[in-house]
């Protein structure tokens, strides 16, 4: 009895401990690819992206589910060459994870019309008939999407619509220049660096907003709710620091 139970307390304490070990290593590698702009843009070479329209994501119809696509970095070379796009424009992503093998994931959105930006919007039902799927609004889909789906997008969503916000420093009045990996944004010309953050009121809001939509759908109120404010609030962090 007590030979079974040491047994099986060492699987358990094993297997915590591998899963601690993967939680530790994927962590280090994503701040390396937000410190390290050259090993960022090495990990897009193997790495998937999330395509978004004016920050309504491309989403894809199975049965009463709504599927998430990603393309490869060439399939996204080879959609920007078809639109008359420059495949620099692939540097305006932002990077928002990674699985447990290292495969890096980024977000870009091909809608958004930034007075900075020297690229012009892509026309959105040529897209959607290219990539065999549609934009649509996040808050819609919301109920369609897996959890992990729905925390990505959510992120996805808010760290681009923080760099669409924030072209142009507070200080100096110069445009910001956002890192490879988009994990902050600095002036040239102050030295100040930015980096996304979302205030408390911005944290409650969303909640509150969907509490209506959300409140009828029983268990999954609690669930959507928390993995709302947690995609937001992972992204709290300093507003500028000045080097």
């Not at 909640?207 to 992204?235: A, D, E, M, V």
Request: with cysteine; charged share 20%; net charge positive.
């Amino acid at each position: 009895m007590f030979l079974y139970y040491g047994i099986a307390c060492k699987r358990k304490s094993f297997w915590c401990y591998r899963l601690l070990s993967t939680y530790v290593t994927k962590t280090r590698y994503l701040f390396e690819l937000k410190e390290d702009d050259d090993a960022c843009k090495k990990a897009q070479q193997t790495g998937v992206f999330y395509l978004f329209h004016g920050l309504a994501p491309l989403l894809q119809t199975s049965e009463h589910r709504y599927l998430v696509p990603r393309l490869s970095l060439l399939e996204l070379k080879r959609l920007l060459g078809k639109f008359g796009q420059d495949a620099q424009r692939i540097e305006d992503s932002v990077l928002i994870g990674c699985s447990d093998q290292h495969e890096a994931w980024f977000a870009l959105d091909l809608g958004l019309n930034i007075s900075s930006s020297i690229y012009a919007s892509l026309p959105k039902p040529e897209m959607e008939t290219e990539l065999k799927g549609s934009f649509i609004e996040l808050r819609k889909a919301i109920f369609q999407l897996n959890s992990m789906d729905s925390s990505l997008l959510f992120t996805a969503q808010a760290l681009l619509r923080w760099h669409a916000n924030h072209q142009f420093c507070s200080r100096s009045g110069q445009p910001t220049k956002k890192n490879m990996a988009g994990s902050k944004r600095v002036c040239p010309s102050s030295k100040i660096i930015y980096y996304p953050q979302v205030s408390n009121a911005l944290r409650g809001q969303y909640p509150r907003r969907l509490h209506t939509i959300l409140s009828w759908k029983g268990s999954l109120h609690n669930q959507k709710t928390s993995l709302i404010t947690h995609s937001f609030c992972s992204l709290a962090g300093p507003k500028a620091l000045v080097s």
